[in-house]
């Protein structure tokens, strides 16, 4: 059987076999640098905001946790890693909170956060419920989503899917 390493940016864990968080590797939020589109660098400006923010509002979060994973693609073992932005694990509660740091409120950050973090979280700690959060500085209330996700007043309300809109200031 081989073996083969996923990269970042597959977003599927369809068979997914095993998960765990990898607490002896902590990955960093990545620096705006030249190569990057203007785009990518107020991104990450933004995420680095926010995560400052997270530390100071949630008590417990953790940024960017390294969560190693194996699923079974086409009878192959793959091996992949995910890092969402954040994390708060509140084992009284028995409840993790999953955060995905956006500029713009997407589909897309749903399906990252609902489709590749939630099972692969969820695979993590087992027995525990998982909420996911966006933090969001633009809000569009035209993008629909399913299920619906409900407007947060601060990023350590608990919702089972919420958007904290801040605006990084």
């Known amino acids: 059987m081989q073996v083969e390493q996923l990269t ?19 990955a ?11 785009a990518q660098q107020a991104g990450l400006r ?24 194996k699923t079974r693609h086409r009878g192959e073992l793959l091996c992949g890693r995910a890092i969402p932005d954040g994390i708060v694990v509140d084992a009284r509660r028995q409840l993790v909170t999953v955060y995905e740091i ?20 969820l695979r993590a700690f087992p027995g525990l419920r998982v909420n996911l959060v966006e933090v969001c500085k ?12 409900e407007l947060l007043s601060s990023p350590g309300e608990e919702a089972s899917r919420g958007v904290f809109i801040w605006s990084g200031r």
């Open 8 to 26: 970042y940016r597959v977003r599927e864990v369809a068979g997914l076999q095993r998960a765990v968080v990898n607490w002896r590797l902590m």
């Open 28 to 38: 960093r939020a990545p620096e705006p640098r030249k190569g990057y589109s203007s």
């Open 46 to 69: 933004y995420e680095r905001k926010a995560l400052k923010l997270l530390y100071r509002e949630v008590p417990g979060f953790i940024d960017h946790p390294i969560f190693d994973f």
């Open 102 to 121: 956006k500029l713009r409120h997407t589909e897309r950050a749903w399906s990252q956060l609902g489709d590749f973090y939630l099972p692969i979280v």
């Open 138 to 149: 633009w809000y569009d209330p035209d993008v629909r989503l399913a299920p619906a996700v």
